[in-house]
């Protein structure tokens, strides 16, 4: 093996290794840090480990995307630093051949928020990503006194190539002005919804028409077969939860084969032989 072929193993075998943590002779965690500062850093461990939501295709054959989990419930304080590791992942797919779209929630307070809308808007620029790489998830509707500033800081983000996600829709008519006026890519169902009737049939089939029918239909917690049913018979676009595959790291996320991991998996789903009426 030459020296420049050894070289490159070397590197690739880094690139891949899984995070691992420094420990001392004892086994105990050590990184010269006071004890705030090494709570944070083992957060941030196990965030590598089971912080990137799978997301698939009704049918589960296909890895369409990725939901960086840490960031639902990211203080003010850690939103800057979990938004440049979600960036910094979605990057590592991109390096490593895998183009894989992640989705980072971020509450609407800061989207509202210029200070924070140039900080995201840096971050975003220096991570050099392609567009439809990066997408936005809002949480929720703004208060009527941050709704202009709210649409500003979208606007500014959708002109940086980001494409937007609703995370919490629940089908109000408040919401679908907002998707038909921001051009939203995607909206986001919790299958509890479904569920317990609490989304309307209207809610749901208006998606399907107008204006709306670019925008692609995600649904969420998926953890019963009768989910997977549903989404069949709803016609939903993609699909992540429990049922599907739980949370990974972002090592494992590039493992996963569209053509043989993820159609093993879901081959056990009696889902698959069902067409959209529900019939097998």
């Known amino acids: 093996m030459s020296p420049k072929s050894r070289l490159y193993t070397l590197v690739k075998a880094w690139k891949n290794k899984p995070f691992q943590e420094v420990r001392d002779a004892s086994g105990a965690p050590w990184l010269g840090l006071n004890s705030q500062a090494l709570e944070e850093h083992q957060s941030w461990s196990k965030r590598q480990a089971i912080s990137h939501e799978p997301i698939f295709n009704t049918k589960g054959t296909k890895l369409t995307g990725s939901l960086f989990r840490p960031l639902l419930q990211a203080s003010d304080m850690q939103l800057l630093r979990l938004f440049m590791e979600g960036l910094d992942t979605i990057a590592y797919w991109h390096r490593s051949g895998r183009f894989i779209p992640g989705i980072l929630p971020i509450p609407v307070h800061a989207i509202a928020s210029s ?30 006194n941050l709704a202009d500033a709210c649409k500003e800081g979208l606007l500014r983000m959708r002109r940086l190539g980001v494409l937007l996600h609703f995370i919490h829709f629940s089908g109000t008519v ?13 909206i986001h169902i919790n299958m509890n919804s479904l569920r317990e009737q609490a989304l309307s049939s209207d809610a749901l089939s208006s998606i399907r028409r107008g204006p709306y029918s670019s925008t692609q239909i995600y649904a969420s917690n998926m953890t019963l077969v009768k989910d997977l049913e549903n989404a069949v018979a709803w016609q ?7 049922l599907m595959m739980p949370p990974i790291s972002r090592h494992q996320m590039l493992q996963i084969n569209d053509s043989r991991i993820a159609k093993a998996i879901f081959s056990l789903h009696p889902h698959q032989h069902l067409n959209p009426n529900g019939d097998k």
Do not use: F, T
């Open 236 to 242: 939903i676009d993609q699909c992540y939860g429990g």
């Open 174 to 186: 408040e919401e679908l002005q907002w998707i038909d006026e921001l051009k939203m890519e995607g």
């Open 115 to 144: 200070d924070y809308i140039d900080a995201l808007s840096d971050l975003i620029l220096n991570s050099r990503l392609p567009v439809g790489l990066v997408a936005l998830g809002i949480q929720s509707l703004p208060e009527p």
